[in-house]
Nanobody
Framework: QVQLVESGGGLVQAGGSLRLSCAAS????????LGWYRQVPGKQRELVAR???????TYADSVKGRFTMARDNAKNTAYLQMNSLKPGDTAVYYC?????????WGQGTQVTVAS
């Protein structure tokens, strides 16, 4: 059973930083595509960053230059370093792991950026 657990969200002032973590279990973490998504009420979940095995991460235009995604295969953990946060980054952040046609999501972690 694949399980993903996000952590690291919270309240931060605009311009501040947070680092989100996504701890995975039950899968061959090192070879599966991973993604960070975010969602605000009333809107669709949107892709923030993703990484494929052996490739560099790619980012949504809205976060390029501010967010950095990384994975530590030895710890089965993915990270999202978020710098220069803006109120528009306020959302619930989710990580997703893909196994073939199946997708697994964590429970999400709330990020709130105050102006």
């Amino acid at each position: 059973q694949v399980q993903l657990v996000e952590s690291g969200g919270g309240l931060v002032q605009a311009g501040g930083s947070l680092r989100l973590s996504c701890a995975a279990s039950g899968s061959i973490f090192s070879i599966n595509p991973l993604g960070w998504y975010r969602q605000v009420p009333g809107k669709q979940r949107e892709l923030v960053a993703r990484i494929f095995s052996g490739s560099s991460p790619t980012y949504a235009d809205s976060v390029k230059g501010r967010f950095t995604m990384a994975r530590d295969n030895a710890k089965n953990t993915a990270y999202l370093q978020m710098n220069s946060l803006k109120p528009g980054d306020t959302a619930v952040y989710y990580c997703k792991e893909s196994l073939g046609s199946r997708m697994y999501w964590g429970q999400g972690t709330q990020v709130t950026v105050a102006s």
